[in-house]
C-alpha cells in the first residue's frame, strides 16, 4: 500500500472539487445571504470522502477522474445540506461541526434550513449540466433518480428519521444496521455507482462495486462510533461522548469496544473482497477503505 | 365563459392527482412515520392549481392532460414541502394550514422539516419516471433541471429568503414583485412550461405561455394580499390580516385596495394577451386566469 498515490490524488481532486463547489455557487442569482450560507457550509471543509470515492471509481476503470467533478459536487451538495438539518436544534441541536459554530448558530435556524433545501435542489440542477459528452441523457436520468433514492425517504432521511426515533431505545443489531445503511450508507454508495454509471459499468461491476460500497459504509459507521469513545475532541472537531449523552445505540455498546473493533475489520475485508472481484484497477479504491476504518476523524 | 367545462375538469384531473400522490407515497420503503407526515400535508386539500395549469397547458396543445400526471404530482410534492417548511416556528411560525393543524404541530419540528425533504427530493425521482412513450429523455432533464431552477434559490427558496428579510420594512414595489415572482410566481410559471415541454411546444408558444404564467402569478400574488383584507377566514382556512401581524409588505398597502384591485385586473388583462398570442385553444387556462383573480380562499 502506498498511501503517497492516495495523498497526491486526494489533494488534487479535493481542490479541484472545492473550486467547482465555489464557482457553482457563486453563480447562482440568489439573495446574497442564502448564498452566503450556502459556501459557509459547502467551504467548511472535512474529509470529501463521497466526491473522492466518486473520483477513485472513475480512475479503476480507466478513465479521467475528472468527468466525474458535476456528480461530485452534487454528491457534496446533498451531504451538506444534511449536516445542516442535522444540526438543527429540533434535531441533534449541535453548536460545532468540524470545529466551527454550526450554519443556524451563524445564520439563524430559518436561513439555515433554506440552505440546506437549496443545496438540495440544486444538485439535481448540477447533475443536469453534466456535458453531453461525458454522459448521455439516459446516464444523467439515471444519476438523478438514483441520487433521489439515496437521498430520499427510502435512504438518508429514512436513516434519519430511524435514528431519531430510536433515541433512548435499546435497538437490537439489525436496528442499528437499519439506520447505518440509511443515514450514511445510501449516499456513500451513490458515490461508488454513481462513479460506476459514468464510467459505464456493466451490470457485475455494478453489483460488486454497490456491495463494496455497502461493507465500506457500514466500516465507516463503526469507526465513528469508536471515535466517539477513543477519538481526539481536537482532530474530530467535536466533543466525544455525544452518543452517550443522546442515548444513541452504538456498536461499542451493543458489541463491547472490542466486538465492535472486529466488525470493523470484518467489513473492512468484505469491501475488500467484492472489490476484488471487479477485476478493475481498483488500488485507490482499496486504500480509500483503509483510511475510513482507520481514520482518526 | 363556461364555468361547468372548467369545474368539471377540475374535478376530473384533481381526484385523479390526489389518487396518484397516495399511491406514490404508499408505495415508498419508509420509516412508516414520515410517510405518515408526507401524506398528512399532500392529503390536505387546497386549490391544486400548479396541477391544474399542467393538465389545462396540455389540453391547450390538444393533448391528453393526463400525460403530465407525473410532472403534476412532483410539483405539488415542491409545493406541499414549501408550505411545510415555511410553516415552521423559525419561519412564519403558523399553526394552521387549510384549517387544519400544520405539519409541525402534529408530526413535531424534527420530522416536519424531514418529510418536506423527502417530498422534495422524491418529486425528482418521480419526474424521472415519466415513461419514455410520454417523454424522451431530453425532456425529462430539462423537466429535472427546469423544476430545480424553480424551487431553489434562484427561484422560491429565493423569494422566501427575500420575503423573510423585506419583513419589518417598507419595501418598494419592485422589491416586493422580486418576492412573488420568486417565492410563488416560479413554480407558477414551471407548471404552465412543464406542460408546454411535455406538449413539445415550439420557442414562440413558450415564451408566450411562460409570460401568461408571469402575469398570472403576479395576479394570484395581489389577489392573496386583497384576501389578508376582505378575506373570510372560514373560505381561507386561517384568520385575515396576517400580513399586517407580521409587518410584511403587500399590495394593498403600497398602492392602496383600490389600486391593488387595479392592478389585479391589470396582470389578468396582460395574462390574457399573451394566452391570445400562443394560437392554441386555451379557453381552460382563460378561465383558471380568472378563477385565480377572483377566488375567495
Not at 433512548?168 to 443515514?183: A, F
Not at 450508507?185 to 463494496?212: C, D, H, P, R, T
Amino acid at each position: 500500500m502506498n498511501t503517497n498515490v492516495l495523498n497526491a490524488f486526494t489533494q488534487e481532486h479535493k481542490q479541484l472539487l472545492e473550486s467547482e463547489l465555489q464557482t457553482l455557487v457563486e453563480k447562482l442569482k440568489a439573495p446574497p445571504n442564502i448564498k452566503k450560507a450556502m459556501h459557509y457550509s459547502l467551504d467548511a471543509g472535512g474529509k470529501r470522502i463521497r466526491p473522492l470515492l466518486v473520483f477513485a471509481t472513475l480512475a479503476a476503470f480507466g478513465k479521467d477522474p475528472k468527468i466525474g467533478l458535476k456528480a461530485a459536487s452534487a454528491i457534496e451538495m446533498i451531504h451538506t445540506y444534511s449536516l445542516i438539518h442535522d444540526d438543527l436544534p429540533s434535531m441533534d441541536n449541535d453548536d460545532l461541526r468540524r470545529g466551527k459554530p454550526t450554519n443556524h448558530k451563524v445564520f439563524g435556524e430559518a436561513v439555515a434550513i433554506l440552505a440546506g433545501d437549496a443545496l438540495l435542489t440544486f444538485s439535481f440542477e448540477v447533475i443536469g449540466t453534466i456535458p453531453n459528452e461525458i454522459a448521455s441523457n439516459e446516464t444523467k436520468l439515471k444519476l438523478v433518480m438514483e441520487m433521489a433514492k439515496a437521498a430520499g425517504s427510502e435512504g438518508m432521511v429514512g436513516g434519519q428519521v430511524a435514528d431519531m426515533e430510536g433515541e433512548g431505545k435499546n435497538l437490537t443489531l439489525d436496528e442499528l444496521e437499519y439506520i447505518h445503511i440509511h443515514k450514511t450508507g445510501a449516499l456513500l454508495k451513490y458515490s461508488v455507482i454513481a462513479g460506476a454509471l459514468l464510467a459505464e459499468a456493466n451490470q457485475s461491476q455494478l453489483e460488486n462495486l454497490s456491495a463494496f460500497a455497502h461493507h465500506l459504509g457500514l466500516a465507516f459507521q463503526i469507526q465513528d462510533d469508536i471515535l466517539d469513545i477513543e477519538g481526539n475532541p481536537e482532530l474530530l472537531g467535536k466533543p466525544v461522548g455525544s452518543d452517550t449523552t443522546n442515548y444513541k445505540s452504538t456498536y461499542p455498546q451493543l458489541l463491547s469496544l472490542e466486538g465492535a473493533k472486529q466488525a470493523l475489520q470484518k467489513q473492512l475485508e468484505l469491501a475488500k473482497q467484492y472489490l476484488e472481484k471487479t477485476g478493475l484497477t481498483t488500488n485507490l479504491l482499496h486504500e480509500i477503505a483503509d483510511l475510513v476504518a482507520s481514520r482518526d476523524h
